[in-house]
T-cell receptor
Framework: DSGVTQTPKHLITATGQRVTLRCSPR?????VYWYQQSLDQGLQFLIQ???????AKGNILERFSAQQFPDLHSELNLSSLELGDSALYFC???????????????FGPGTRLTVL | AQSVTQLGSHVSVSEGALVLLRCNYS??????LFWYVQYPNQGLQLLLK??????LVKGINGFEAEFKKSETSFHLTKPSAHMSDAAEYFC???????????????FGQGTILTVHP
């Protein structure tokens, strides 16, 4: 158990819908990362938040957005869903202070999204 | 931009045999390097990491990896495979300095390891 929790574990929805994925980081970790794992694209970095602010952005679609709340949990919002959005979405967390010498990320179990 | 190439999407070994999973990276400066393992229906678990210092890094479950700057490689090895090692393995890199890309992990495509009795 990494200490990172994600809910829900599974999500089945229809095209055009909107869903919210939730992540609680490990106690003490200030940074949250979102990744998408699909058969087509592999594991791709989407976005990072550090202490409530966006820190880095990857290949995240405009239909997707995220935020990190004062209690440090994060939500990934996916809207106007398409079949191709079906994937496993992982959240990871790390201490990631500005003085961090390395970037060890601890991954949650993931949320499997199926768009029908 | 950084990139990671894992040679071989599938590797099959016999129990007790040497495990060698290959990873090459492309980066303008030596990055931080990681190996993660993913068991079926689970998240990713860090096996080992290289940041600075000794280039031979030991990780969990008997795995180790060697950073070779001249070859831009970070191959993962285990002297004797166990049935429980069957999983998917991912090599990843991260920038070792600040900037807008700090924190981003770039993953290889993964290598599925099968261990035969």
């Amino acid at each position: 158990d990494s200490g990172v929790t994600q809910t829900p574990k599974h999500l089945i929805t229809a095209t055009g819908q909107r869903v919210t994925l939730r992540c609680s980081p490990r106690s003490g970790d200030l940074s949250v990362y979102w990744y998408q794992q699909s058969l087509d694209q592999g594991l791709q970095f989407l976005i990072q938040y550090y202490n409530g602010e966006e820190r880095a952005k990857g290949n995240i679609l405009e239909r997707f957005s995220a935020q990190q709340f004062p209690d440090l949990h994060s939500e990934l919002n996916l809207s106007s869903l398409e079949l191709g959005d079906s994937a496993l979405y992982f959240c990871a967390s790390s201490v990631a202070t500005t003085l961090d010498l390395y970037n060890e990320q601890f991954f949650g179990p993931g949320t499997r999204l199926t768009v029908l | 931009a950084q990139s990671v190439t894992q040679l071989g999407s599938h590797v099959s070994v016999s129990e007790g045999a040497l495990v060698l999973l290959r990873c090459n990276y492309s980066s303008s400066v030596p990055p931080y390097l990681f190996w993660y393992v993913q068991y079926p229906n689970q998240g990713l678990q860090l096996l080992l990491k290289y940041t600075t210092g000794a280039t031979l890094v030991k990780g969990i479950n008997g795995f180790e990896a060697e950073f070779k700057k001249s070859e831009t490689s970070f191959h993962l090895t285990k002297p004797s495979a166990h049935m429980s090692d069957a999983a998917e393995y991912f090599c990843a890199v991260s920038p070792n300095a600040g900037g807008t890309s700090y924190g981003k992990l770039t993953f290889g495509q993964g290598t599925i390891l099968t261990v035969h009795p």
